[in-house]
Every structure is written in C-alpha cells, then in structure tokens.
C-alpha cells in the first residue's frame, strides 16, 4: 500500500482521525468505515473515488457534522466538529431547486436557514449568478434552465453562505456528458477563484484526475483508504490546465491507468 500523502505545513483545514463507523441495519451490525485517517490542506481540491457503498458520500456527511462517528474524530481548523458548521457547504447529486422559488429565492435559501443578514446575502446571491452567467435568469423559475445552469444555480447556492469548504456529491452524475465536461471547468475555475477547500466524491475517474489535486482510493466496505495520489501536470506556465484540457495532457492516461488498476470495482472475489 502507499503511504498515506498528508500535507505538514499548518494545522488543516479537514482532518479524520482514526475515524471508524458502524450502524444497525436489517442483517445487524454493520461496518461502513474502518480506520480512516486523513488530512486535507487549507486550499486543497481533493476527490475519493472508491466502489459502490464504500462509504464515500459518508466522509461527506461525517466531515459536514451530519453523522457522528462511532469511534475516532472529525476535525475542522483543528477543532472537532459536533454537528452541521457554516465553515462548510454541501452540493449533492441532485440540484433540489424548489421549482416555484425563483433562481435568486432558491440561491438565498441556506443564508435563510442559517439566519444571516439577508441584505448582503442577496446582494452576494446577485453577484454570484451574475458571475456564473445567470444574471439575467434571476427571476426565472427552475424549470426554465438547462441542466448546468440548474447546477451553477446550485453551486452559487452553496457559495451562498460563504463557507470555507465545500463538499461535492458526485454533482455531475445527473448531468449529459457534454454539460459534464463543460461543467467541470466552470467548476473549478469558480473553486479556485473563490479560495475554497473542496472534496469530490466521484465515481468517474477521469473527473477525479482532471479536475482535482490529489485522487484518495477507497477500499470495499468496510471503507479504508486504500491509495493516495498527488496529480500534478507539466505546463509551461506552471499553473494548472483546466480539467478538458487535462484530458489531454500526457499524465493524464498514467494517472487514470493507475487508479483503474487500483479500484476493487472490477476484481473478482
């Protein structure tokens, strides 16, 4: 196995440590996640690729302060986290825009649970959309965008609330593959500029080569981490490429290879 990749400069801004859980289901107990330990760094764009029910999308929840571990701990800023934060926002798999709120009401939704001046939030929705190429559809319903604008809407939802890490439930996996593909660089583009710390859970591994920093390989359940990869991609500038443009760079093949060997997804037994 490789060693694990963890960043040492700084305190960081998600840590899992030693983190296992187990739940009660039809069959008894069950056990999603065994020991998993890790680090991501202020600024980081991570992904964790893994087989179906291996407990990606509960990293999520546990790092979001949804679920509590049952043995281990969670940390944000070095601080462990005992439920839901503002310092962190969800994008799932699906949009879940309220089809009789327009994009502007739908964008405000979390700054109103959350409780914050609605002044500024509005006027921050305003010029996320706007940013996003939406600034004309604000008083647009839902039904009236395309499958990627409803997605942007619902990141600029996410961003909303300004928090510090933003986590991404396979957020593409509804979407066409061209709107995929010209998603991601959006995507990423708006993450960078924004300064977020983000985490992927993909099953697509060429998004998670392409659009992220580090590729986290998870095992079958119970979910362990298995491997960790440090992408990195030979530019003239130094900066970079956009995830299409990544497709095409020649790491790009190596990396995909790599992890495609390394998925349990396709060994028998």
């Known amino acids: 196995m490789q060693e694990p990749i963890q960043p040492t400069l700084g305190v960081p801004k998600v840590e899992l440590r030693d983190v296992c859980l187990r739940y009660f289901g039809a069959e008894g107990e069950i056990e999603a996640l065994q020991n998993v330990s890790l680090k991501i760094a202020p600024g980081e764009f991570a992904a964790i690729i893994g087989p179906s029910g291996c407990g990606k999308s509960t990293l999520l929840s546990l790092i979001a302060g949804i679920v509590e571990p049952t043995e281990g701990g969670v940390l944000i800023d070095g601080t462990a986290v005992k439920g839901p934060s503002r310092k962190v926002g969800y994008m799932l798999q699906q949009d879940y825009l309220f089809e009789w709120r327009t994009i502007l009401d739908n964008t405000l939704l979390g700054a109103e649970i959350q409780g914050v001046n609605m002044r500024q939030a509005r006027e921050r929705a305003t010029a996320l959309l706007t940013r996003y190429g939406l600034g004309q559809f604000l008083n647009h319903l839902p039904r009236q965008l395309s499958g990627g604008m409803r997605q942007r809407v619902a990141l600029a939802r996410t961003l909303c609330t300004e928090p510090d890490i933003v986590l991404l439930d396979e957020p593409f ?93 396709h060994v028998e037994g």
Not at 180 to 204: M, Q
Not at 229 to 245: I, W
Not at 251 to 258: P, S, T, V
């Open 173 to 265: 996996s509804a979407l066409d593959s061209q709107t995929r593909l010209a998603l991601a660089d959006e995507v990423v583009e708006i993450l960078r500029r924004e300064g977020k710390t983000a985490i992927l859970v993909t099953h697509d591994i060429g998004e998670a080569v392409s659009m992220t920093e580090r590729v986290i390989v998870m095992s079958r359940r119970p979910g362990r981490i298995r491997f960790e990869h440090s992408v990195r991609f030979a530019t003239l500038d130094g900066l970079r490429p956009a995830p299409f443009a990544a497709r095409n760079a020649p790491e790009f093949n190596d990396y995909f290879n790599k992890l495609w060997n390394e998925l349990e997804v």
